[in-house]
């Protein structure tokens, strides 16, 4: 299942599954998936990404159906996660 696809301002295509999150970057044709690794909070919280977003500045955000909400950080390929414990109303992100 896909439930979220877009391009960014950098080209690279996101593509939310409920497999983990896939990264294309069609000026290098390569292709990475991002997925939970279990103890490591820097990893994506929950593999099933529900939607996706890029702010002004250019944040990519992540939501996922029961993992809360993750800031992507480019420069280190990290999650930053945010979940009812930071003062989300759901851990589900439409």
Known sequence: ?????????????????????????????????????????????DDRVFSLYEDSDGILWIGTLGGGLNRYNRKSGTFKRFDTEDGLSDNVIY
């Open 1 to 45: 299942m896909v439930p979220a696809v877009m391009e960014d301002r950098y080209g690279i295509i996101w593509v939310g599954t409920y497999s983990g999150l896939n990264r294309f970057d069609p000026k290098t044709e390569t292709f990475y998936v991002f997925r939970n690794r279990p103890g490591d909070e820097n990893s994506l919280s």
